[in-house]
């Protein structure tokens, strides 16, 4: 545990030396936000005020809220296990005597750390000034979203770790991880809640990972799901990460018993 | 003219050669890029689920929209999104090998890396395009058809300037190159949705500052005869060739400032 933590501070270190980086992020997740709302209020507004129980108010809560879980959450990038594993510097990670998936999750939840405030605020504050938020005023749906946002990372580098490593029977990526981009994209409530989405769509996405890393936490955060329904949620979630998690073992396990490491 | 186009021709067919050399894994980029194109139209899909009318366009409006943002937008990334790849080049040092060939810097970074995978999105939106065109009622003219024409073109050349301005203000950000980002893939972003829905300091930001409307909205409010909210009113439809002038003018202006202001490392 001790080691997790060491790995988690060295992670948001890393993170943190790019600040100009950051700022640049922030400011376009913020513009992003600010034109995803206006989608979101627009069409509440056309279906006569309420659509899928979200009001004006509550509907651009969700489009702030998510553009400030975009960076610690990680939707659009990570490609550094397969890098490792295309120019063979994966052995090194196989060769210390620690696990490489839990380091790698450690590193990720360090990012995660470091992005979590000065990418995740300047939405929120621009939320608050121009759209108002609709947060709730009791403690305990922030510290449920707590821990469902950490789940949410989790369940995100667990699925980005799978796709990864495709890299170990494949040699150029992109396409691959595009298409894990893209059904993020969609399914995950990234630019729609997963609440509006026809039945066809929603039963898809229920069959994924993806609406456990933005939707989940959203829901739990602005307590659309209280009580019951929040731990329910969580309990998907963490039922998701252990599933993904575990096939990442297995698969890792198989793609380094291939492992033909150049010079070695 | 043919002999200085020649150096050019040289270069992107080599490009092209490169990226076609790997069947499979062309295949699978260019997959990646028809998700991408579909992906975003899925986003205008699922919010036409739920309503009927959003900002005036019902959804075969909105996807002639949205189809006539995408061809711009994508032929554009397809032409020169590549340019937001400076910072790598600035940051490499690479950009040094660009000064010393007597060609113009601006039009060596745009024949480096044409990306035919994004060929996958353009075909998207052309056929969204193509489908959205008879689901509309449109009163036809010759003027109208010549704006039909005239927009995916106008559209491209907008995005192209607002991807080189992007790429001109890197010699002085370099690390922080997502800024631009907002512009530029937020411009394309906001230009596929009815500008009505935004409010009116964010219509004219986009209209008058990121010219995104011109791509796409202010055209499709003249091909179907309607008004147009506060701020920008239908008649600018015609304009957008202007809009794609000044885009340019600045964008050049920028680059020129831009590479004049770089010096190298010293190597």
């Avoid at chain 2, 106008?154 to 203000?169: D, K, Y």
């Avoid at chain 2, 300091?201 to 011109?214: H, K, Q, Y």
């Avoid at chain 2, 008649?235 to 920028?254: D, E, H, I, K």
Wanted: aromatic share 10%; proline share 5%; hydrophobic share 55%.
């Amino acid at each position: 545990m001790r080691l997790f933590a060491t790995l988690v501070i060295l992670g948001f270190r890393r993170w943190s030396t790019y600040r100009l980086a950051t700022a640049a992020g922030a400011f376009t997740n913020t513009v992003f936000g600010l034109i995803k709302a206006s989608i979101t209020v627009g069409a509440i507004g056309a279906a006569g005020g309420t659509l899928a129980g979200y009001d004006a108010l509550t509907g651009a809560t969700y489009a702030w809220i998510v553009q400030a879980l975009i960076a610690p959450v990680n939707v659009f990038n990570w490609n550094e296990l397969a890098l490792r594993i295309r120019d063979g510097d994966i052995a090194i990670d196989l060769a210390r005597p620690l696990d490489p998936q839990f380091a790698y999750l450690a590193g990720f939840l360090g990012r995660a750390a470091h992005q979590f405030i000065p990418r995740g605020a300047p939405p929120l504050l621009a939320g608050a000034l121009i759209t108002g938020l609709a947060l709730p005023s009791t403690p305990l749906p922030y510290l449920l979203g707590l821990v469902s946002i950490t789940l949410g990372i989790s369940v995100s580098f667990a699925t980005w770790w799978l796709v990864n490593l495709a890299a170990f029977w494949l040699i150029e990526l992109r396409g691959v991880l595009t298409l894990n981009v893209v059904a993020m994209g969609i399914l995950s409530g990234l630019v729609i809640p997963v609440h509006w989405f026809p039945d066809w769509l929603a039963t898809i996405a229920g069959l994924t990972p993806y609406p456990s890393m933005l939707q989940a936490p959203a829901d739990v955060v602005m307590a659309r799901a209280e009580g019951t329904a929040a731990l329910g949620i969580l309990a998907v979630q963490a039922a998701w990460l252990t599933g993904v998690l575990l096939l990442g073992r297995l698969v890792f396990a198989r793609g380094a018993r291939k492992l033909v490491v150049q010079g070695g | 003219m043919g002999e200085r186009l020649r150096p050019y021709q040289v270069l992107v067919g080599s490009r092209m050669r490169s990226q076609t050399a790997y069947r499979r894994s062309f295949v699978s980029d260019l997959l990646g890029s028809v998700s991408i194109g579909l992906m975003e139209f899925a986003e205008v899909y699922v919010v036409f689920s739920n309503v009927d009318v959003l900002g005036e366009l019902d959804f075969a409006a909105a996807v002639l929209l949205f189809a006539l943002a995408n061809v711009g937008f994508s032929v554009a990334d397809l032409l020169v999104g590549h340019v937001d790849n400076l910072p790598v080049y600035l940051r490499a040092g690479t950009l040094d090998a660009y000064l010393l060939r007597p060609l113009p810097v601006l039009a060596q970074l745009i024949t480096s890396d044409v990306s035919l995978r994004r060929l996958g999105r353009v075909v998207v939106s052309v056929v969204l395009l193509v489908v959205a065109l008879p689901l509309n009622d449109i009163d036809w003219t010759a003027a109208k058809v010549a704006l039909l024409v005239l927009t995916p073109l106008t559209a491209a050349a907008v995005f192209a300037g607002l991807f080189v301005c992007a790429s001109a203000v890197q010699f002085w950000l370099v690390e922080g190159s997502e800024f631009a980002n907002a512009f530029t893939y937020g411009g394309a972003y906001a230009s596929g949705y009815p500008a009505s829905i935004f409010s009116l300091p964010m219509r004219l930001l986009f209209t008058f500052v990121v010219p995104a409307t011109f791509t796409a909205y202010l055209p499709v409010l003249v091909l179907l005869d309607l008004p147009g909210p506060a701020g920008t009113p239908q008649w600018l439809g015609w304009c957008a060739p202007l809009a794609a002038l000044a885009v340019w003018t600045v964008a050049l202006l920028g680059w020129r400032a831009g590479l004049r202001h770089y010096t190298g490392t010293g190597s």
